[in-house]
C-alpha cells in the first residue's frame, strides 16, 4: 500500500475521470491465470485488496489500479540439465556438432515441453492517475516494468500521451547541485546517501551510505564524477532518493505520517485502505510537486 519506488510520467492531455469508464476499460483487461502453456501474462487487478473487487478505485482527484503478472519460472540449470541429454543424442545422430539455430530452437522447444511443470510466480504493480497535477505515478522503481503497465493502460483507454516527468538535462545538472547543498526543493534538505559515476569508458563509481555530504572527501568526487543518485528529506515527511533518470527509490514515510489513520482500525477494510491510500498519495504528491518546481524553475 505504501508506494516504496516510484516512477512518474508527466500526461500532455487529460484522462477521463469518470471512474465508470476506467472500471468497464480496465475490466476488459483484466487478469487471467496462467494456463499450461503460458510462460507469461499480466492484467488488470484490484488495486485496494484482492477481496474488494474493483478495478479501479476513486480518491478524490486519483484514479487507483493495479496490474498483476504472472511468469513461470524455469531456472537456466534446469533446462541445461535437460538439454544436454537430448543435444549429444541430436549430435550423434546427425553425425556433427549441432548449430548455434539448431540449438536455440531445441532449447525453446525443451522450454516449451516444461512450462507445464514450472513453478509460477505472480507480482503486482500498483498506481494512480492524478488529474489535478496531470500524471501518473507507478510504484516500481524499474524503468522496464513501468513501461509494461503503461503499455497494458494504453490498450484498455486507447490513448495515452505519457512522458518522463523531468526533463533529465536539468535533472542532471541538478543532482550536482543538490550534492552541493544548493538550491534543494523547497522543504528537503539533503540526506546522508549519494552515488557518482565517472563519464568517461571506465566509468569509476563511488557510494556513500550514511555520511555526511558537505565533507570535502564527498565533493571532491564532483571534478571529475555526476551524481546518479542522492538522497533528500523533509522534516517529518518523506525521505528519497532520486537517480538521474527520474526514478524515485528508497521511499520511507515518517511515522508520524503512516500512524495518521491508526484510530480508524481494520473493521472497516475498504474504508482503512482507502485511508492510507490518500494519506500516502497526498504525502508523495507534495514532495513531486516540490521537486519537479525546483526544477522547473529555471525555465
Known sequence: ????????YKLSAPLSTDMAVWEQALTEFRFTPLSAQDAVKSGFSFPLHA??????HA??????????????ILP?????EEMQPKLETLEQ???????????QSLKEELQQSLLPRAFSRSTLTQGYYDAENQWLVINSG?????EDVLALLRKALGSLPALPWLDNHKLNAHLQLWL????????FVQGSDAELKAPDEEGAKVKFSNHLLTTTEVQSHLEDKLVTSISLEQHEGLSVAITDDGAIKRIKFHDLITAQNDELGWDDLT?????????????????????????????
Open 1 to 8: 500500500m505504501w508506494f516504496k519506488n516510484v516512477r512518474v
Open 51 to 56: 477481496s474488494i473487487k474493483q478495478y479501479c
Open 59 to 72: 480518491c478524490q482527484h486519483m484514479l487507483f489500479f493495479a496490474v498483476k503478472r504472472q511468469e513461470k
Open 76 to 80: 537456466a540449470a534446469v533446462i541445461n
Open 93 to 103: 545422430e546427425k553425425g556433427r556438432p549441432l548449430s548455434r539455430k539448431e540449438k
Open 142 to 146: 524499474s524503468a522496464g516494468k513501468a
Open 180 to 187: 552541493q547543498n544548493k538550491a534543494l526543493p523547497q522543504g
Open 271 to 299: 474504508v482503512r485502505l482507502d485511508a492510507d491510500l490518500l494519506l500516502m498519495a497526498s504525502a508523495l504528491n507534495s514532495a513531486l510537486l516540490s521537486i519537479s518546481q525546483q526544477l522547473s524553475a529555471t525555465d
